[in-house]
Nanobody, 124 residues
Framework: QVQLLESGPGLVKPSQTLSLTCTVSGGSIATSYFYWSWIRQPPGKGLEWMGAIDYSGSTYYGPSLKSRTSISRDTSKNQFTVQLSSVTPEDTAVYYC????????????????WGQGTQVTVSS
């Protein structure tokens, strides 16, 4: 059973860089041919796919956040990380990591494993 767990600060100040880590257990992030995504859901809004890193380490980004997002991985720790720069209060959301065999992820059913999500609030 694959499990994903998001971790990171719950509160970030405007203009700072948000950094979240997803720790994966029960399966390797280097296993073909999966994608490992970051998705967020602002309050009262739908899911927004931020981007992904695949089994080979290639990265993919959604158009709306591409200029501010960076995704990387540490295969020795079986973790992947997202950094979102220059955050504003509009970046307040629940952030999820998930595994899928295709991208982008726009609905829950499109990923076979999801983390529980972590609330991030951007406020001074």
């Amino acid at each position: 059973q694959v499990q994903l767990l998001e971790s990171g600060p719950g509160l970030v100040k405007p203009s700072q860089t948000l950094s979240l880590t997803c720790t994966v257990s029960g399966g390797s992030i280097a296993t073909s041919y999966f994608y490992w995504s970051w998705i967020r859901q602002p309050p009262g809004k739908g899911l927004e796919w931020m981007g992904a890193i695949d089994y080979s380490g290639s990265t993919y980004y959604g158009p709306s956040l591409k200029s501010r997002t960076s995704i990387s991985r540490d295969t020795s720790k079986n973790q992947f990380t997202v950094q979102l720069s220059s955050v504003t209060p509009e970046d307040t959301a629940v952030y999820y990591c998930a595994r899928s065999d295709d991208i982008p992820l726009t609905a829950r059913y499109e990923g076979d494993y999801w983390g529980q999500g972590t609330q991030v609030t951007v406020s001074s």
